[in-house]
């Protein structure tokens, strides 16, 4: 019998001990043997240690190479406006993925609309690159755009800055593209905004395009983002796989996982050259935090995609299909039940699929 899988687990700040002991429980069952490594970041862990983002998390993090995530609050008080950003930075966690389909028993008036946004991790409106309008940049930023002739910008004007990388582009784009080929995708829409922001979104763009070429199994095209939201809804079943720069990855994913049900379904996963970190895509839901009333399967089913990623595909496969089961079987929670059917608990839920599990 060879060694367990290492994983790093990050219960998170919230409902997110709640979730990561689900999926920690369903895990343990899927049949591969885990060795986890329990650690905290986020607003609990700069509460108890004063350092939000521990240097020595992410060399356990690297050195494992998994991670499964819970969602995390960033402090007032932390060096940095996100830890979640701040995490996908440290480690170079430049691809997003994030799979929204439909599981049956879920409501939804889109039973088509099952789609895979991949989004790039670099640059972008998420730089950090954000100033109010009292800020010495923000003046800076204001004089030199008059200098050039921009329409006269007054002292309340706040400014944010969108750089996007052809490098880091080209990198995300050959990174999203061979995941499309892996996971037998045949179709990817890359989304922008080029016609309008010519200077960030044409890069991104520009930089998808050169790299199509190199995967001639795939159907590569492109899509206005408003184009692509509107399209979401009227004809989900047009899309298979969105690229998408980090802000539009964000905003359009969020979409996509509403049309198939909810955020409480929603898995995700951040990939890098040297390690990825899994996480539910929800909040932290502070006020149900502690009352077992929050939905697992989002944590659970990014369990799944640790599984998969870590070769372990018939696990993987298993663990969905057991949520697939309890979720057919009106096994829910709070934020799904409806119709009379009496909610579960974040506890009750995971037992409830482990069963289906053995």
Not at 147 to 157: H, P, S, V
Not at 305 to 322: D, I
Request: negative net charge.
């Amino acid at each position: 019998m060879g060694d367990p899988l290492r994983v790093c687990l990050i219960p998170g700040d919230g409902v997110g001990p709640e979730v990561a002991a689900a999926a920690r429980q369903v895990l343990d069952a899927s049949g591969v043997r885990l060795a986890w490594e329990v650690h905290e970041i986020g607003q609990t862990a700069y509460q108890r240690t004063g350092e939000a983002l521990p240097e020595t998390v992410l060399e356990a993090i690297e050195e494992c190479g998994l991670a499964l995530k819970g969602p995390v609050n960033t402090s007032r008080d932390a060096p940095f406006r996100s830890v979640n950003v701040a995490l996908r930075e440290r480690l170079d966690l430049f691809l997003g993925a994030r799979p929204c389909r439909p599981l049956a028993g879920v409501p939804t008036l889109f039973p088509d609309a099952g789609v895979t946004v991949l989004r790039m991790h670099d640059g972008d409106l998420y730089a950090g690159l954000d100033y109010a309008p009292g800020d010495p940049t923000a003046a800076a930023i204001r004089r030199t755009l008059a200098e050039a002739g921009a329409a006269r910008l007054g002292d309340d004007t706040g400014v944010s800055v969108k750089p996007i990388s052809a490098v880091a582009a080209e990198r995300a784009a050959r990174a999203a593209l061979a995941w499309a080929r892996a996971n037998g995708r045949e179709r990817v829409t890359v989304v922008h905004k080029a016609n309008v922001m010519r200077g960030s979104d044409g890069v991104f763009l520009a930089a998808a395009q050169s790299v199509a070429p190199l995967f001639p199994e795939l159907a590569v095209d492109d899509c206005l983002v408003d184009r692509a939201c509107a399209d979401l809804v009227r004809r989900p079943g047009r899309f298979e796989v969105l690229f998408a720069p980090m802000l539009y990855g964000d905003i359009v994913s969020d979409l996509a996982a509403a049309l198939c049900g909810g955020l409480g379904i929603a898995p995700g996963a951040n990939l890098g050259e040297r390690c990825a970190v899994f996480e539910a895509v929800h909040g932290t839901a502070p006020r149900h935090a502690g009352r077992e009333t929050a939905n697992p399967v989002a944590m659970i089913l990014s369990g799944a995609l640790l599984l998969r990623h870590a070769g372990e595909e018939g696990a993987a496969a298993r663990v969905e299909q057991a949520v697939t089961g309890a979720i057919a079987d009106r096994v829910l929670t709070a934020d799904l039940a409806s119709d009379g059917v009496e909610p579960r608990s974040t506890g009750a839920m995971a037992d409830a699929i482990v069963e289906r599990l053995r």
